[in-house]
C-alpha cells in the first residue's frame, strides 16, 4: 500500500498537464501513487496521461466523461490505496519535497492534516528552494482553523495545500452538484480532526491564469457559494459550534450583498435559485442571526418576503 494517493482532476489543460505531473514524478518523496483523473477532456490531455503511465507504474488512470472537478476528485478517492491523501490541480506545480515534508510532519506530530504555504505565479515557475522547518511550524485545532478562516479569512480552505489521512476522511466525498467545493469539504472534515499542523513554508505552487473560475465573468455557479455556506451555518449549528455561526452568519450575508446583486445585475437569477437562497435567508434570519448592517438587513427583509423587490436592487 503506498504512503499517500495523490489524486489531479484533469480537464484540457494540455498546456500546463505535462509540468505538473513531472513536479510529482520528481518528487524526493517516492512512496505514493498519482491517480490521474481524465474528465471527458477534449484536448490531448488523454493521450498525455497515457504517455505518462507508460514510464512509470506509480501511475494511475481514470479516463471518464466530463462530470466536474468535484465528481474527478470523488472517483479518485474512491480507488485511492495510500494511508494518506493529497489533491493536486492539474495546472499548478509542486515543490519537489512537497510530499516528504507533508508526510513526515504527519507522522512526525501524529496528526491526520498538514497545511503548507503556496506561491500564486502566472507564467514563470517559482524556483525551489531549500527550506528548513524544524521547530517553524504551528499547531492548531480544526475547530480553531475553521474559527479563523470564517472569522478573518485567516486560514486557506483549499485542498490543494493539504495533507489529508484517509481514515479522517473515510466517506466524505465532494458535492457533485456545486461549485465551491473545496469550503464544503473542508467544513465537513475539519471539525473531526483534533490536531493540525502548518508549514509556514511555500510548497504548493497555483497557477493563475484567465481561465481560473474566481476571473470569469459572472454566471449562475457563482450563487453556489450561498449554498455552502449555508450548508456551513445549518452543520454547526447541529454540531453546536455557536463559537462558529456567528462568523458563518456574518459570511453569508457578506455573500449575499454580494453575490444577489450580481445575479440582478446580469440577469442571470433563475427562479428555482431565487426560491432556494430565499429559504436560506429565512433559516438565518428564524435563527437569529440577521445582518449586521441595516441596509443588507433591509435588503433580506424585502427578499424574503416580496419576490418582485429584489428588482429594486438592480441599480445598486
Known amino acids: 500500500m503506498p504512503k499517500i494517493s495523490v489524486i489531479v482532476p484533469i480537464y484540457n489543460v494540455e498546456r500546463y498537464l505535462s509540468e505538473c505531473i513531472n513536479s510529482i514524478l520528481r518528487q524526493t518523496f517516492s512512496d505514493f501513487e498519482c491517480i490521474l483523473i481524465n474528465d471527458g477532456s477534449t484536448d490531448t490531455c488523454g493521450e498525455i496521461c497515457n504517455n505518462y503511465q507508460k514510464i512509470d507504474n506509480r501511475i494511475k488512470i481514470i479516463h471518464q466523461s466530463n462530470k466536474g472537478v468535484s465528481a474527478a476528485r470523488n472517483m479518485g478517492l474512491n480507488?485511492?490505496?495510500?494511508?494518506?491523501?493529497?489533491?493536486?490541480?492539474?495546472?499548478?506545480?509542486?515543490?519537489?519535497?512537497?510530499?516528504?515534508?507533508?508526510?513526515?510532519?504527519?507522522?512526525?506530530?501524529n496528526?491526520?492534516?498538514?497545511?503548507?504555504?503556496?506561491?500564486?505565479?502566472?507564467?514563470?515557475?517559482?524556483?525551489?528552494?531549500?527550506?528548513?522547518?524544524?521547530?517553524?511550524?504551528?499547531?492548531?485545532?480544526?475547530?480553531?482553523?475553521?474559527?479563523?478562516?470564517?472569522?478573518?479569512?485567516?486560514?486557506?480552505?483549499?485542498?490543494?495545500?493539504?495533507?489529508?489521512?484517509?481514515?479522517?476522511?473515510?466517506?466524505?466525498?465532494?458535492?457533485?452538484q456545486l461549485r465551491n467545493e473545496d469550503?464544503?469539504?473542508?467544513?465537513?472534515?475539519?471539525?473531526?480532526?483534533?490536531?493540525?499542523?502548518?508549514?509556514?513554508?511555500?510548497?504548493?505552487?497555483?497557477?493563475?491564469?484567465?481561465?481560473?473560475f474566481s476571473k470569469k465573468i459572472f454566471s449562475e455557479q457563482k450563487l453556489d457559494i450561498l449554498?455552502?455556506?449555508?450548508?456551513?451555518?445549518?452543520?454547526?449549528?447541529e454540531k453546536n459550534c455557536t463559537e462558529i455561526l456567528p462568523f458563518v452568519a456574518k459570511e453569508f450575508w457578506r455573500r449575499f450583498y454580494k453575490y444577489v446583486r450580481r445575479a440582478i445585475k446580469n440577469n442571470c437569477f433563475p427562479q428555482v435559485k431565487e426560491q432556494q437562497i430565499r429559504v436560506f435567508c429565512q433559516d438565518l434570519l428564524s435563527a437569529g442571526?440577521?445582518?449586521?448592517?441595516?441596509?443588507?438587513?433591509?435588503?433580506?427583509?424585502?427578499?424574503t418576503s416580496c419576490p418582485r423587490s429584489l428588482y429594486l436592487f438592480k441599480k445598486l
Open 79 to 109: 480507488i485511492a490505496k495510500g494511508e494518506y491523501i493529497t489533491f493536486i490541480d492539474s495546472d499548478d506545480i509542486i515543490h519537489h519535497s512537497y510530499l516528504y515534508y507533508l508526510y513526515n510532519t504527519a507522522k512526525k506530530y
Open 111 to 176: 496528526t491526520d492534516i498538514v497545511q503548507c504555504f503556496y506561491t500564486q505565479f502566472t507564467k514563470n515557475k517559482p524556483t525551489d528552494q531549500d527550506i528548513d522547518i524544524r521547530d517553524k511550524i504551528y499547531t492548531l485545532s480544526g475547530y480553531e482553523a475553521i474559527l479563523k478562516h470564517y472569522r478573518n479569512a485567516d486560514f486557506s480552505f483549499m485542498v490543494w495545500d493539504k495533507l489529508y489521512s484517509r481514515r479522517l476522511v473515510g466517506k466524505l466525498r465532494f458535492p457533485e
Open 183 to 212: 469550503e464544503f469539504f473542508n467544513n465537513h472534515i475539519l471539525l473531526e480532526c483534533e490536531k493540525i499542523i502548518q508549514i509556514p513554508q511555500s510548497l504548493y505552487y497555483y497557477r493563475v491564469h484567465q481561465n481560473s
Open 227 to 237: 449554498d455552502v455556506t449555508h450548508d456551513a451555518f445549518i452543520f454547526f449549528a
Open 289 to 303: 442571526y440577521p445582518p449586521q448592517n441595516p441596509f443588507i438587513y433591509v435588503m433580506a427583509k424585502m427578499f
